[in-house]
């Protein structure tokens, strides 16, 4: 069973707005439409009633159609930290992003909280379960095919040693090294305040040892 330890205060982040790395994308209503007998995905998040979206699904230009992009839902992801350093993966060849470095995690499922979600995730991929210390702020991000909302979570490990398992590689850095390594454009912003986060701590902590 996952340890999750997530005080109310890390519960109620989820309300915390999202940070954008792009212009607004297209949201949530997901609909499949065959034109020429080739389908078109495509993702919308418009507060309309159903009526009102099929007839914008079947009545727009397909030129419109095929500038969408597919919105994937939200994705978790871990930072798991250990003696100062967070575990990071390498995506495989063949994949979406191939050979970026990552925090490992995955989709939401429906049904599914957050943190179930990645526990579950970093249950199968790494083969470990996690205390949760605290949530980050969501990002939103559009590539050309795809859009997402990545949920970071700060965590630890508290049972299993981490097996690279479908990743290429797994390796332990520092904030200080990050730079080094070729991440996904959706992870730039959750690094950035993460290492705000931690040189805060460190900051905090000197001083109360100079106490």
Request: hydrophobic fraction near 35%; charged fraction near 30%; aromatic fraction near 10%.
């Amino acid at each position: 069973m996952s340890v999750v330890t997530a005080s109310s205060s890390v519960l109620d982040a989820g309300s915390s707005p999202a940070i954008s790395t792009s212009t607004p994308r297209y949201k949530q209503f997901r609909q499949v439409r065959q034109y020429e007998g080739l389908p078109f995905f495509y993702s919308l998040r418009v507060k309309t009633r159903p009526l009102a979206a099929r007839f914008f699904v079947f009545n727009c230009p397909l030129s419109i159609i095929n500038s969408l992009t597919l919105f994937i839902g939200d994705v978790v992801c871990a930072i798991i930290e250990r003696d100062g350093r967070f575990l990071i993966a390498r995506r495989s060849e063949g994949r979406h992003l191939a050979r970026k470095w990552e925090f490992p995690g995955g989709k939401v499922e429906t049904g599914e909280d957050e943190i179930s979600a990645l526990c579950r995730e970093l249950r199968e991929e790494l083969q470990v379960e996690v205390e949760i210390i605290e949530r980050l702020t969501p990002v939103e991000h559009s590539y050309p095919d795809r859009s997402l909302r990545l949920i970071a979570w700060r965590c630890r490990i508290v049972d299993g040693e981490p097996e690279a398992g479908e990743h290429e590689e797994l390796r332990w850095i520092g904030i200080d090294e990050a730079h080094k390594y070729d991440f996904p454009e959706v992870d730039i912003p959750v690094l950035a305040e993460y290492e705000r986060k931690i040189t805060l701590l460190q900051s905090k902590s000197s001083s109360e040892t100079k106490l």
